[in-house]
């Protein structure tokens, strides 16, 4: 089955601190995943695909195909990453299969 | 570059009325989904169009949903007759490219 597992509604963190946002997939062809963020009153938007290997505000992702994961990093959270962030897995129809979504609050 | 768009941004609406939900791509954009998100729950894919053609329905949840693109372009989805589990946001996404999406701002309907 196709699937994306957000473990975490709500996460919280002090400004400066590390974060990571988990997210594990259920794919049996070859996956392509993304981060997705909403920050408040705005629209969903891309932060990151696995297949640029770049760093967005200062957050990575690793696509690791032994532990099915796409974890969220970035070393020193700030206020204005408070957000809620989806991992999605694209699907060969080109469709995501989206996490339930974790909400950053990044406290001062 | 204009984004997105979609219309309205709230509708409100008894049980057992009709709503449209309207989206307006990125022009040039080939591909338009449709996703929704009901309360506590993940966003779930609705529909596919390449241009005016269906390519991928297999989310549309039962035959009250309607959705059309007529022409290619803007697309609307109609709920009729809209029961209460259709409340939720329901979010217009287009794409040139395979993957990468851009996504509307959503409506927001709540079914009374």
């Known amino acids: 089955a196709q699937r994306v597992t957000q473990p975490e509604k709500l996460l919280s963190v002090f400004k400066g601190a590390p974060v990571e946002l988990k997210c594990n997939y259920s794919y049996s062809g070859s996956p392509e995943l993304f981060w997705y963020v909403q920050y408040s009153r705005q629209r969903l938007q891309l932060l990151l695909r696995h297949i640029s290997r770049e760093s967005i505000k200062g957050f990575t992702a690793d696509l690791n195909k032994g532990e099915t994961s796409f974890h969220l990093k970035k070393p020193f959270a700030q206020e204005e990453d408070s957000a809620m962030y989806y991992c999605a897995l694209v699907t060969g129809t080109y469709k995501y299969i989206f996490g339930t979504g974790t909400r950053l609050k990044v406290l001062a | 570059e204009a984004g997105v768009t979609q219309f309205p941004s709230h509708s409100v609406i008894e049980k057992g009325q009709t709503v449209t939900l309207r989206c307006d791509p990125i022009s040039g954009h080939d591909n338009l989904y449709w996703y929704r998100r009901v309360m506590g729950k993940e966003i779930k894919f609705l529909l596919h169009?390449?241009?005016?053609?269906?390519?991928?329905e297999s989310g549309m949840p039962n035959n009250r949903f309607l959705a059309e693109r007529t022409g290619g372009t803007y697309s609307t989805l109609k709920v009729q007759p809209a029961e209460l589990e259709d409340s939720g946001v329901y979010f217009c996404?287009?794409?040139?490219?395979?993957?990468?999406?851009?996504f509307g701002p959503g409506t927001r309907l709540t079914v009374l």
């Open positions: 996404a287009s794409s040139q490219e395979v993957g990468r999406k851009y």
């Open positions: 169009f390449v241009k005016e053609s269906k390519q991928d």
